[in-house]
């Protein structure tokens, strides 16, 4: 596959360019949607514990707000690059208008290692970075939350760095925060849950019990192993779940929480007692009703499509399917739920997360998970029945559902002329 293809930024203009001809939109919907209105490349120095002085990197994109605010995670990690944060923040305004969000989408990065940092200099990072982005963020304009190896003590010092700024308390400035200083009940399971009752809607409809259902899941971080344990509580049998270091199968199901007390214990899910070992690329094509990727982008390529023999794949993951992989599944019938709905969980309750404290008024765990229950619903009656209105792929229905909205926010607004 070409680098072309498997650029991140190529591949959402192409989602975008697709829904706009499919719906016969005027061109000028694409060219607005195209790239992100605003994209903000800061460097700054942080004072390294050994007493020298280094300079970051980091982004900020803020992709479209027609609709609301922008949204969207803040990500650490050494490959960070621009292009990448771009694509992001594009799918998350495309994410947020599936779920009927008041949200744009926004992403950030900054090009670090975690693992080689002290708490300290984590923390400086954290501030440092967040100062560079200060003018452009707020509860009223962008809302950053956690991504890859940022975690709600990270959101806590830059909610705390921008309070210092505004010389006032802003929990609303980022979501996915510690539960004392503003974060909401039920986010943690949030990703999962969403993604959890999106596959029991495609179950219904396509005829499938959930009740027995065999059940593999790549990916047993956060959102892999809440799902697993969802599905397993709803009665399905989880036979194969997998991390970095490999898979375990037992296609008699697993207990989810005890491999997750192994992996916790060991590092890893592989050697949990009475599984035989299988790879990662293996678990993906077992015989199932429900596939789960969890881990990341680019699994389900047009190389392995083929073999996948779940009839659903809920995708947990960002991205785990490339374009060519989804024509495939397509074609031998096996039902996506795109990423864009399937994990868009944890958008919703981060939006929860955000009145809560706007309006400094805070729900019960129940109330997060029935609220965020109907809009999951909601959003898959959507996108199920543009899907059989359009007779599109369910991906391609995702994304008219989400393009349509946020063109209809632009033309009210006057910005299509």
Known sequence: MSTEQMNPFKIVQGQIKRAVDMLEL???????LKEPMRFLEVTFPVRMDDGSVRVFKGFRSQHNDAVGPTKGGIRFHPDVHADEVRALSMWMTFKC??????YGGGKGGVVCNPKELSK????RISRGFFQAISQIVGPEKDIPAPDVYTNPQIMAWMVDEFSKIKESFQPGVITGKPIIIGGSLGRNEATARGCVITIREAAKKLGIEIKGARVAVQGYGNAGSIAARLMHEMGAAVIAVSDSKGGILNPAGLDPL???????????????PG???ITNEELLELECEVLIPAALENQITAANAGRVRARIVGEAANGPTTPEA?????KNGVFVIPDILA???GVTVSYFEWCQNLYGFYWSEEE???RLEFMMVKAFENVYNMYKSKRVKPRDAAYLVAVDRVAQAMRVRGWLG
């Open 120 to 123: 300290g200099e984590l923390e």
């Open 258 to 272: 005890k491999v997750l007390a192994f992996k916790d214990e060991t590092g890893s899910v592989v050697g949990y």
């Open 97 to 102: 208008a599936v779920l009927g969000l008041p």
């Open 26 to 32: 005027e061109p000028a919907v694409y060219e607005v």
């Open 326 to 330: 989804d024509e495939i599944l397509a």
């Open 275 to 277: 599984t035989k070992p």
């Open 343 to 345: 994990n868009a969980g």
């Open 368 to 370: 997060v998970n029935s």
